[in-house]
């Protein structure tokens, strides 16, 4: 399963994804992983939730952040849900082709683990490619 939730900057994208990732870390068996652009949830979330700053291990990319999403589930095959928030802001990415391969990756992906994926991203909704409106 993959979860996009897109809206302009300001509209509470981060704060829902704050409560949607502690509800998880609570009620989920699993782990929890959150990667964000820097750290600046520390003090927002749960715990239980390993958080991850994509500027420590130069997360400029799709390709690179895919290499590592999947290296962290071959390193923890526990981890059930992965939250990226601020997808763009990571891999200097917009509403493109690109973006809709990487979202099916981790589509294929999610499929064949059973990895939960929940990614925000700034941007208005109308402007969402067909590729990335059936993630919404």
């Known amino acids: 399963m993959v979860r996009l939730i897109m809206g ?7 704060k829902k994804l704050i409560e949607m990732i ?14 964000e652009a820097k750290s600046t949830m520390t003090f927002d979330l749960h715990y239980h939730v390993r958080l991850i700053s994509a500027y420590e291990y130069d997360l400029s990319n799709y390709e690179a ?3 590592f999403l999947f290296g962290l589930y071959a390193g923890n095959y526990d981890i059930s849900h992965i939250f990226i928030d601020n997808l763009f802001k990571i891999t200097g990415g917009e509403c493109n082709q690109a973006a809709d391969d990487f979202l099916n990756e981790l589509e294929r992906f999610s499929n064949a683990t059973g990895v939960k994926f929940t ?5 208005d909704p109308a402007l ?7 993630y919404l």
Not at 8 to 14: L, N, P, R, S, V
Not at 22 to 35: L, R, Y
């Open 8 to 14: 302009e900057k300001g509209t509470g994208k981060t």
């Open 22 to 35: 502690n509800t998880t870390a609570q009620e989920d068996n699993g782990s929890v992983v959150c990667v």
């Open 65 to 67: 952040l895919r290499g």
């Open 119 to 123: 990614i925000s991203v700034s941007g």
């Open 128 to 134: 969402a490619t067909d590729g990335m409106q059936k």
